[in-house]
């Protein structure tokens, strides 16, 4: 009997121990690569593997339920893991067999019962539900959500999370099947709005692509990430404020339609009148102040003049005449920053004589 052939047999209750045997030498300087026997063995067999390990693992789960396996010692541990790897790269067969095995190890099943001491096998079985969502397989949405929300929760926990950051920016479409309003997906929002908390993602050149693309999600996510970003702003150094302007102007850069509107309405307008209303012993007018004049110096980028001279007519000119010196100090010092302000769509005449009448009114504010 082959090996191919003895590994096919061993995936059954009765000869667990020599399937577990396989698994170990995987592992071991005996060559046997089990990704290499899938590979070899023809789809009848690969089917009939996918069977065996569903009666398999229904068996296991029988005798040995999740919530016996706390208490498990680390020497204990299951040895499935090289299978479930390798077998995320199987699944374009038929896989109605190998569907029932992703899902007993998914969810209250097996992936959240797993001990501290499983984290290989966790990870295996988290490939195994990514492998999934991407090749666009039944259940899809299921498998997606779950291995998105375990990457966001270790992009939080691990030393070095860059690698899973970027492994959730490569599942970020998974959000697109979430349904925003949906109480089910309530803690994966809150995950998502301690992104905005953490350095880590706010530096990390897929972690910006990610919070960006979240200003894309739900037009109603809008005003609670950028709630979230005003709460926040205060403790952020002055690097990271610098990282959270470009997320506010890439997310500005991409938006259309009513998404724009409301970043602009919401967001940047909000973050213009702060700078002319705060008090600058505020301890977050500094930062307020470094996101606007982010904008500012982008004047050279396709459209940024037009939204600034629509986003500022409507508050700058009154401020400049305030009753207030602080105020029309704050607005004094953007409207030199920002100047001129104009709508370049608009005829050269309209321009001159906007810019002039913003010249106006600045001399007469000064004196």
């Known amino acids: 009997?082959?090996?191919?052939?003895?590994?096919?047999?061993?995936?059954?209750?009765?000869?667990?121990?020599?399937?577990?045997?396989?698994?170990?030498?995987?592992?071991?300087?005996?060559?046997?690569?089990?990704?290499?026997v899938l590979q070899e063995m023809p789809r009848e067999q690969r089917e009939a593997l996918w069977r065996r390990l569903a009666s398999l693992l229904q068996d296991v789960l029988l005798e040995f339920p999740t919530e016996r396996?706390?208490?498990?010692?680390?020497?204990?541990?299951?040895?499935?893991?090289?299978t479930a790897d390798s077998v995320s790269k199987r699944i374009n067969d038929p896989y109605s067999p190998l569907l029932e095995v992703t899902r007993r190890l998914h969810g209250e099943y097996v992936l959240v019962s797993l001990p501290v001491s499983e984290a290989p096998l966790q990870n295996h079985i988290h490939a195994l539900c990514e492998a999934w969502w991407k090749k666009g397989l039944q259940e899809k949405e299921r498998f997606g959500r779950t291995a998105f929300f375990v990457s966001l929760q270790k992009s939080f926990i691990l030393k070095k999370p860059g690698a899973e950051i970027q492994r959730v920016w490569r599942l970020h479409d998974v959000l697109l099947s979430l349904d925003y309003t949906s109480e089910e997906n309530k803690q994966i929002i809150d995950l998502l709005l301690q992104c905005f908390h953490r350095p880590a993602h706010i530096r990390n050149d897929d972690g910006k692509r990610f919070l960006v693309f979240l200003f894309s999600w739900n037009v109603n996510f809008i005003w609670?990430?950028?709630g979230t970003i005003k709460n926040q702003l205060e403790f952020y150094s002055k690097p990271i404020t610098a990282?959270?302007?470009?997320?506010?102007?890439?997310?500005?850069?991409?938006?259309?339609?009513?998404?724009?509107?409301?970043?602009?309405?919401l967001c940047i307008q909000d973050f213009m009148q702060n700078a002319i209303f705060l008090h600058r012993a505020s301890p977050v007018h500094s930062k307020v102040?470094?996101?606007?004049?982010?904008?500012?110096?982008?004047?050279?980028?396709?459209?940024?003049?037009?939204?600034?001279?629509?986003?500022?007519?409507?508050?700058?000119?009154?401020?400049?005449?305030?009753p207030n010196f602080e105020v029309r100090a704050n607005s004094t010092l953007l409207f030199t920053e920002a100047f001129p302000f104009y709508d370049p769509s608009e005829s050269n005449e309209k321009i001159d004589e906007n810019i002039q009448k913003q010249l106006d009114t600045l001399l007469f504010s000064l004196f």
């Open 1 to 36: 009997m082959s090996k191919r052939e003895a590994f096919l047999e061993a995936a059954c209750k009765e000869n667990v121990e020599d399937f577990l045997r396989f698994i170990q030498l995987h592992d071991k300087a005996e060559p046997f690569d089990v990704e290499e």
């Open 69 to 82: 396996w706390e208490g498990r010692r680390e020497e204990e541990g299951m040895q499935e893991e090289p």
């Open 224 to 226: 609670v990430i950028h």
């Open 243 to 265: 990282h959270i302007a470009e997320i506010y102007f890439r997310a500005w850069k991409k938006a259309s339609g009513e998404f724009l509107e409301k970043i602009e309405s």
């Open 289 to 322: 102040r470094q996101i606007v004049s982010y904008f500012h110096m982008r004047k050279d980028c396709r459209n940024v003049d037009k939204m600034l001279y629509n986003l500022y007519r409507p508050i700058l000119w009154k401020a400049l005449s305030a």
